[in-house]
């Protein structure tokens, strides 16, 4: 284990141990300034002597590995876990924000001031692109960093899909030459029901395409082909969709390049912006094999910055990306009614109606006639205000950390992770005692 150390004026000098740490603290010589990871402050003055440190960086769509090395050890390495359900994030928003927009008074139509500046991003692609640069400039503020090294993924990915791709082929979208999106996806699907239990034995099915995300929080119900699936209208049912339906959390495998053209926009762009070097992943991979070292986003990250014989940290540095805010100031809750059937409580979506298009041959099964009486009403819930304790946080209660769920009742009661004996207990917040604000690039607990 290793504490990092920056001097007086906030420079980077070389990592300590913990006790010199433990000695340097109590002496009343250094000061704590970061906890993830655990990095000092001098108060005095210091020779400032340094080793120059090679960071290496495994860009990766859902992790980041890294590494820095000098000549004698490896002083940092580890992975940080990326946030994820950006896209779905900002596809709620986009709602509320139209939503909002209609009940105001008339607005003239303007498009003339929408520009698109130059090496312009797609927010979710922004974002990742944001992270690994958040990511570097939190190890150069901790470590002597001399160069970075990032391994970039050059391949073709249209090339990959057509080998005789040639000049304005390559305008060409995945859904060119389709008239609309169902037929491509479709012909992508061959034209059969994609869930691998289906009863169907019709000769020529009827065929419907469903959205995948239906079922996540906020739900995913975009356009994009990586959102799509062909099923049956024997599958594609309103029963289906509850939660002891099978398409409630059902994501199967579908044949796309997103994730890899995703992260090659990146990694270019990281490279191009920060003037790092760059590496290839087939270079990379021959040294791990020539060292006899297994495959990880950190070990690749200890070659990409140079690793040979050099001395490995002990225990790395897993982060994780933490929200800091969640930024939804209403949640609705959905009624709740007695089952007649077995006297179980059911929301109200889950005994509906069953009617969802126009045509009533596709009607699912009328489970309203199964409600009994009202356990709970419906009702929305507004954040009015911001409270002490947000998800992922670290409480003392009773004497062990837990980490918060949420808060709830407008913030009367702390709602606690892995109590014993109860999932999610609920708490005052006077019985808690904070040990730990978490959002960000957070060690992972």
């Known amino acids: 284990m290793k504490v990092y150390v920056i001097n007086k004026h906030g420079r980077p000098l070389m990592p300590t141990t913990p006790r010199k740490a433990r000695l340097l603290l109590k002496n009343g010589k250094a000061k704590i300034v970061g906890r993830d990871p655990f990095t000092i402050q001098l108060v005095y003055g210091s020779s400032g002597y340094t080793q120059p440190v090679e960071l290496g960086i495994d860009a990766g769509y859902e992790n980041i590995g890294f590494s820095g090395v000098n000549e ?27 939503t909002c927009r209609n009940r105001l008074r008339y607005r003239k139509p303007s498009f003339s001031n929408r520009r698109v500046n130059k ?24 470590l002597p960093v001399k160069a970075v090294t990032i391994e970039v993924a050059a391949f073709d990915i249209q090339k990959i899909n057509n080998p005789t791709i040639k000049g304005e082929q390559y305008q060409y979208g995945e859904k060119y030459g389709f008239d609309n999106l169902r037929e491509y996806i479709l012909h992508r699907d061959r034209h059969k029901c994609q869930n691998p239990n289906c009863k169907n034995k019709a000769d020529s099915p009827i065929l419907q395409v469903h959205h995948l995300g239906f079922w996540k929080n906020p739900p995913d119900r975009t356009d994009r082909p990586a959102n799509l699936v062909t099923l049956c209208t024997k599958c594609h049912t309103s029963k289906n969709h509850h939660k002891i339906g099978f398409l409630f959390g059902w994501e199967p495998k579908l044949k796309s390049f997103k994730g890899e053209t995703f992260m090659t926009m990146v990694r ?93 041959n596709l009607n699912g099964e009328n489970l309203r006639q199964h409600r009994a009486h009202k356990v709970s009403a419906g009702r929305r819930s507004i954040k009015k205000k911001r409270y002490p304790y947000k998800q992922h946080d670290l409480v003392l209660f009773e004497g062990t950390i837990y980490k918060v769920i949420g808060m709830q009742n407008l913030g009367a009661g702390v709602k606690l992770k892995n109590y014993p004996g109860i999932k999610n207990k609920v708490v005052k917040p006077s019985a808690v005692k904070p040990i730990r604000k978490r959002g960000g690039l957070c060690e992972v607990v």
Not at 273 to 293: A, D, P, W
């Open 268 to 360: 270019w762009r990281l490279t191009e912006e920060g003037q790092h070097n760059s590496t290839f992943g087939y270079i990379t991979k021959g040294k791990r094999r020539e060292l006899s070292i297994e495959k990880s986003h950190h070990n690749d990250a200890f070659v990409i910055a140079g690793g040979r014989t050099q001395s490995r940290v002990t225990k790395p540095l897993m982060l994780e990306q933490i929200r800091r805010n969640k930024r939804s100031m209403e949640q609705f809750y959905d009624a709740k009614y007695r089952d007649l059937r077995d006297g179980k409580t059911r929301s109200g979506s889950e005994l509906s109606s069953g009617r969802r298009t126009r045509n009533i």
């Open 72 to 98: 004698k050890e490896e002083v940092i390495g580890g992975e940080l876990k990326m946030l994820k359900g950006m896209s779905e994030r900002i596809t709620e928003k986009r709602k509320y924000r139209r």
């Open 119 to 142: 090496g312009w991003l797609a927010p979710s692609i922004q974002h990742k692109l944001d992270t690994h640069h958040r990511l570097i400039d939190k190890i150069c503020r901790i």
